[in-house]
């Protein structure tokens, strides 16, 4: 009887834990990939995470949004394309003129 008492409690800090590790991997994996796909330090925020778990993790996702350009757009995507003046919509790589509004491309 005692002894079920304290099983029932053990078994669902034994599954919590378990979620909480597999979550802590998975946020890890993801930290990596997002960092990585920005430019960033994959390698370097996961150690920053990993030691200051849940606040790592808010604090990478507060200085990403920072580096987030305007619009969504990566560093090499931003060397590739270009967009009107006019209305910012994207532009072909040689168009001499905006598909969406006619503006002259200069
Ligand atoms: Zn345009």
Same mark, same amino acid.
């Given at each position: 009887?005692? #002894? #079920? ?21 998975? !946020? ?7 960092? =990585? ?17 849940? @606040?790592?993790? !808010? !604090?990478?996702? @507060? !200085? ?14 931003? =060397? #590739? ?11 072909? #790589?040689?168009? =001499? ?5 006619? =503006?002259?491309?200069?």
């Amino acid at each position: 009887m005692i #002894q #079920q008492f304290f099983f029932i409690p053990f078994f669902f800090i034994l599954i919590f834990g378990v979620l909480w590790f597999v979550a802590g991997i998975l !946020i890890c994996i993801w930290v990596y990939h997002d960092a =990585k796909s920005r430019g960033m330090d994959g390698a370097l925020w996961v150690l920053i995470v990993l030691i200051a778990n849940v @606040l790592g993790l !808010i !604090i990478y996702l @507060l !200085i990403r949004e920072e580096k987030r350009p305007y619009y969504r757009v990566s560093p090499y995507y931003e =060397k #590739q394309a270009r967009f009107c003046s006019n209305c910012g919509s994207e532009l072909a #790589q040689n168009a =001499k003129f905006c598909t969406k509004c006619g =503006k002259a491309v200069p």
